[in-house]
């Protein structure tokens, strides 16, 4: 099993930025992928980013070139850097992983709100 603790959400200005992190414990080295997935009220739970162990990096397309994925590998954490942040990314963002190609893990999510 994998534990996935999230922190770093909170309210801030359109165009400001946030980081956000995930800190995993458990099963560390059965995890083959992280990422960060956001829902929305109303809406459905989507893709913000995501890293394979093998560094393969993906985003969503309305993340692209405004948010950063890495991941510290000796500290068992994965980031989020979220800049110019606009009012349509407010929604709940969970930590995700993907653990021996076929279980998936989620945090408790946090809580990212931009005011315009």
């Known amino acids: 099993q994998v534990q996935l603790v999230e922190s770093g959400g909170g309210l801030v200005q359109a165009g400001g930025s946030l980081r956000l992190s995930c800190a995993a414990s458990?099963?560390?080295?059965?995890?083959?992928?992280m990422g960060w997935y956001r829902q929305a009220p109303g809406k459905q739970r989507e893709l913000v980013a995501m890293i394979s162990t093998g560094g393969i990096i993906n985003y969503g397309d309305s993340v692209k070139g405004r948010f950063t994925i890495s991941r510290d590998n000796a500290k068992n954490t994965m980031y989020l850097q979220m800049n110019s942040l606009k009012p349509e990314d407010t929604a709940v963002y969970y930590c995700?992983?993907?653990?021996?190609?076929?279980?998936?893990?989620w945090g408790q999510g946090t809580q990212v709100t931009v005011s315009s």
């Open positions: 995700y992983s993907r653990v021996s190609g076929r279980f998936d893990y």
């Open positions: 458990g099963s560390i080295s059965s995890i083959n992928a």
